[in-house]
């Protein structure tokens, strides 16, 4: 089985920094993109940032600038940093990554999701 397990999140204030890391862990052959989503009090989940597994990212234009996604490979891991945080970010972000895994010996890709963070910006 795989998970996505996610770590950080929390309470800050306007224009403040957090960083929130999601890495896989279980028995898989690679990870194709990852990225985070995030879900606000009565809104749709929508797409933060993506990166692929070469690197290449993509930014929801209400995060431009000062978000940055990022990944380590060697460590399945992804982090998302975001700067000057803003009231309107506050949402419960996600993790999800496209997952290679062979079964039976096909090889098949699934797309898995973390658990939520909480990430709250209040003054």
């Known amino acids: 089985q795989v998970q996505l397990v996610e770590s950080g999140g929390g309470l800050v204030q306007p224009g403040w920094s957090l960083t929130l890391s999601c890495a896989a862990e279980g028995t898989f052959s690679g990870i194709n993109d990852m990225g985070w989503y995030r879900q606000a009090p009565g809104k749709d989940r929508e797409l933060v940032a993506e990166i692929t597994s070469s690197g290449n990212t993509k930014y929801a234009d209400s995060v431009k600038g000062r978000f940055t996604i990022s990944r380590d490979n060697a460590k399945n891991t992804v982090y998302l940093q975001m700067n000057s945080l803003k009231l309107e970010d506050t949402a419960v972000y996600y993790c999800?990554?496209?997952?290679?895994?062979?079964?039976?010996?096909?090889?098949?890709?699934?797309?898995?999701w973390g658990q939520g963070r909480q990430v709250t910006v209040s003054s």
């Open positions: 999800t990554g496209e997952v290679r895994r062979r079964v039976m010996g096909v090889m098949t890709v699934g797309d898995y």
